[in-house]
């Protein structure tokens, strides 16, 4: 059972055993489980991590699914995931430069806040030096239409 990653419940177990000519039930595959010291691993349900229903002011999509830049720092594109670690979830937002598809920088934190999104670009931007006129596209939840990252997007990289 090495290769089931631990996913092996009761159920699975009964059926391979059965399968394997040692016919049990699942309450005998639960007890010998028991018995073994061996438990299935749950998996992490799904984590809604976008909230774009909110009263804060959102910026217009000037990228418009034209996802095809033809140079260097004219357009970043942001986004927020999340990694499952041994104590908790962690917090990933990445910048990314549309023309070579590369992370330009990111950013972990164990909070969503806008701190996050906010120290990703910055330092993207600290790094990369683009012109005046740098377009940057993310989803439109809460930590992207902060008054933090608002600010963020009102320095002179930006076309307003």
């Known amino acids: 059972m090495g290769e089931s990653n631990n996913t092996y419940g009761s159920r699975r177990i009964r059926k391979a055993l059965n399968a394997l000519s040692y016919p049990v039930s699942r309450r005998k595959a ?15 349900k799904y984590k809604v991590i976008t909230n774009s229903n909110h009263k804060q002011p959102v910026f217009e999509n000037k990228v418009n699914r034209q996802f ?30 549309l023309f070579s598809r590369k992370v330009v920088n990111w950013s972990m934190s164990s909070r969503m806040k806008a701190r996050l999104v906010c120290d990703a670009l910055s330092m993207a931007i600290w790094l990369r ?3 005046a006129g740098l377009i ?16 963020l997007l009102k320095s002179p990289w930006f076309n307003r």
């Not at 639960?30 to 992490?44: L, V, W």
């Not at 439109?140 to 608002?150: I, W």
């Open 136 to 151: 940057v596209h993310s989803d439109r939840g809460l930590q992207y239409a902060s008054r933090e990252y608002r600010r």
């Open 129 to 131: 030096q683009p012109q």
């Open 68 to 97: 095809d830049v033809t140079s260097p720092n004219q357009v970043y594109a942001g986004d927020i995931t999340y990694i499952w670690t041994q104590e908790d979830w962690l917090y990933l937002a990445v910048v990314i430069d």
């Open 30 to 44: 639960r007890s010998m489980m028991r018995g073994a010291g061996i438990q299935a691993r749950h998996r992490k």
